[in-house]
């Protein structure tokens, strides 16, 4: 495998696919020890706030990655979004990067206390959505307003029926590089302390989960949607026929990521 440095350079280049939204502007801010960025269009909503925790498998992606994706989800929204660049493995395996969201969480909380705060998540960030609804429910922390998953990555296991069923399918993802990320992003403890799978779930707040018919992740977005129902009856799974893993992030022009977009703004209006 490339060494982690050019995976993530290799990473940053999907920023480049597409242009930004011009009218939305980014700003670097560090909120409670951790670095983040509040994409802001031009008339945003009041009292609304969507905290945005990115892909890569833990490891790679950064702003350069999701800007122009979030430049989008901002402008449609109209809707503040923070990109919350947290901790990467393997450098800073797990918890780090847990403890970075809860720390902005937190902050946002505090700072903001009439605010409906929403979470999107793609891939590995909603994975990270998962975690820490489970450390806000052990802390008594009030939960988000609602959450978005786009082709979350929920099972570090590695062991869903879909991991084969659709590896001729996935130009994307690899059950060996899923394996290996989950290696490095749980470190030195064991993958049921890390695998956000595991989170103890008493409650959930309303959530959105999309995902494509082509990848290796699609059981975990069938499987959350399962176990979650029972628990929040404002689940949603939306499956997208012959989309790839995260869509929007390659394609924003397309018809999917448009008809993706109108789908969360009215998931969480």
């Avoid at 509040?38 to 969507?50: G, Q």
């Avoid at 945005?52 to 503040?80: D, N, P, R, W, Y």
């Avoid at 290696?183 to 995902?211: C, H, Q, R, W």
Wanted: with cysteine; proline share 6%.
């Amino acid at each position: 495998m490339e060494d982690i440095t050019a995976r993530r350079e290799k990473f940053n280049q999907l920023g480049n696919i597409y242009p930004k939204q011009a009218s939305v502007k980014t700003e670097y801010v560090i909120i409670n020890g951790v670095g983040c960025y509040w994409l802001t269009p031009e008339n945003p909503a009041p009292n609304k706030i969507i905290i945005h925790l990115h892909g890569g498998a833990f490891a790679v992606g950064s702003i350069q990655s999701h800007e122009s994706m979030l430049t989008h989800f901002a402008h449609k929204l109209q809707t503040k979004v923070l990109f919350v660049d947290y901790a990467l493995a393997p450098e800073l395996p797990y918890p780090n990067a847990l403890n970075n969201v809860m720390n902005v969480y937190t902050a946002l909380l505090a700072q903001y206390p009439n605010h409906k705060i929403d979470f999107i998540g793609d891939s590995a960030g909603a994975g990270l959505i998962v975690s820490a609804v489970g450390e806000m429910l052990k802390t008594n922390i009030q939960l988000p307003h609602a959450a978005v998953f786009i082709s979350p990555w929920i099972s570090l296991h590695g062991n869903n029926p879909s991991y084969e069923g659709n590896r001729t399918k996935d130009p994307i993802l690899t059950y060996e590089y899923m394996k290996s990320s989950a290696k490095d992003y749980i470190g030195a403890l064991s993958i049921e302390t890390a695998s956000p799978e595991n989170a103890e779930l008493s409650a959930f707040p309303p959530v959105l989960i999309m995902v494509g018919t082509n990848e290796i992740l699609f059981d975990d977005s069938v499987n959350f949607y399962n176990s979650i129902k029972a628990i929040q009856p404002a689940a949603k799974l939306s499956v997208y026929e012959n989309q790839v893993h995260v869509w929007m992030l390659t394609g924003m022009p397309s018809a999917a990521s448009q008809q993706a977009l109108t789908e969360i703004k009215e998931f969480l209006n």
